[in-house]
């Protein structure tokens, strides 16, 4: 049976939750309320314009269509100059041993990512060419826990979506995987990502052997 592995991007691939961090709390803070770390994990796998929404209701304040532009491009306009210099020091440990051994196999590989930003960022990080699809913010209509950007993934591999792996560091996004009835790996904090098939505090805790056990599943 044809496999498809499916990575998320921020989180999974590189550690890019922090810059979305800062650059969301510059924001709260010009807008007068603090922004915790902690109230952070709810961005986490949550499109550009719903993070700015929880933003507002954590802060207690209301916006109009035109503020709510403005800082929606402020927000990004920061972020971008946070992820301007990225290289491949900002990969997660192991990714790529992981990707060169699915690619040594010739399975296909997708990115599954909420992030508008996805595609730069993969080539700035020098692994884009692992990827045979991408699908991002850019091309659903329907923001994780909804399964489209992996089922869309699965489509673009050309794999059916019941014999795709996804990894994962949100917990949106592990709802959305089983949603696709996909196997689901969440990487961070297990009791966070209960909802996960199985659960990896990072890819240095997955050896080729687990790998070979899933594309032979
Ligand atoms: C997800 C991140 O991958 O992408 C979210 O986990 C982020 O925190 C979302 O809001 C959208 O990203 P971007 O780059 O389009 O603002
Ligand atoms: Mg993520």
């Not at 999974?12 to 510059?26: C, G, N, P, R, S």
């Not at 884009?128 to 091309?139: P, R, T």
């Not at 209509?141 to 993934?153: H, I, R």
């Not at 560091?169 to 995987?177: F, H």
């Amino acid at each position: 049976m044809k496999k498809g592995f499916i990575f998320d991007l921020d989180g999974v691939i590189v550690d890019t939750a922090k810059y979305h961090y800062l650059a969301w709390k510059k924001l709260a803070n010009q807008l007068g309320f603090e922004f915790t770390e902690a109230q952070n994990e709810l961005f986490k796998g949550v499109s550009r314009k719903r993070c700015l929404e929880i933003l507002l209701e954590i802060g207690k304040r209301e916006a109009t269509q035109e503020e709510f532009d403005t800082w929606m491009i402020e927000k990004n306009v920061d972020y971008l100059t946070y992820i301007e210099n990225m290289d491949a020091s900002e990969i997660l440990p192991d990714v790529p041993r992981i990707l060169a051994y699915l690619k040594e196999k010739n399975i296909p590989i997708a990115l599954g990512s909420a992030s508008k930003n996805a595609q730069p960022i993969l080539e700035k990080v020098g692994l884009l060419h692992y990827f045979d699809a991408i699908v991002d913010g850019n091309n659903v209509t329907k923001a994780k826990p909804d399964p489209e950007v992996f089922l869309l993934a699965a489509k673009q591999l050309d794999v059916n979506a019941d014999n795709c792996v996804v990894f994962e560091d949100a917990v949106a996004g592990v709802e959305a995987a089983n949603a696709a009835n996909m196997i689901s790996i969440g990487i961070g904090a297990a009791e966070v990502l209960s909802e996960a098939d199985c659960n990896f505090t990072d890819f240095t805790e997955i050896s080729n052997a687990f790998i070979q056990k899933l594309i032979e599943k």
